[in-house]
């Protein structure tokens, strides 16, 4: 194969899965307002699902705020997040996304521990 045909093929792709066409835009915001964290799912890989359909927008010249990316990923989290999500929505300060990653991976870490059975051993 010839290296003009590798490039060749690459725009190819490139141009099909960028399309910045309406059908590609308006499934991407589907995909993006119908996540959902699954139950064995841990919070990284949920945000790593969030975050290809947040930079395929993005890459299809779409404009998306924080809050707005931060209100889609709050609403597919499960009711044991009920606390998260409360705090989040009712702070009056800014956030980032970066530190709302954080925060919720911070939040995860935090749960999981607290649901650790304790093995400390009873006086007797």
Not at 32 to 56: C, F, N, Q, W
Not at 106 to 122: I, L, M, W
């Amino acid at each position: 194969m010839r290296d003009g045909d590798g490039r060749k093929a690459l725009k190819i792709l490139r141009d099909h899965y960028a399309s910045q066409g309406k059908p590609r835009i308006i499934a991407l915001y589907t995909d993006l307002t119908s996540l959902e964290k699954g139950t064995s799912e841990t919070v990284t890989d949920y945000l790593i699902r969030a975050e290809r359909s947040i930079m395929a927008l993005k890459n299809a010249k779409e404009t998306l705020s924080d809050g707005l990316v931060i209100a889609m990923i709050l609403k597919g989290l499960p009711d044991s997040y009920k606390p998260f999500v409360v705090h989040i929505t009712q702070s009056t300060s800014e956030i980032t996304f970066a530190m709302f990653k954080s925060q919720l991976k911070s939040f995860e870490e935090t749960e999981k521990f607290n649901c650790k059975p304790k093995t400390d051993q009873q006086i007797k």
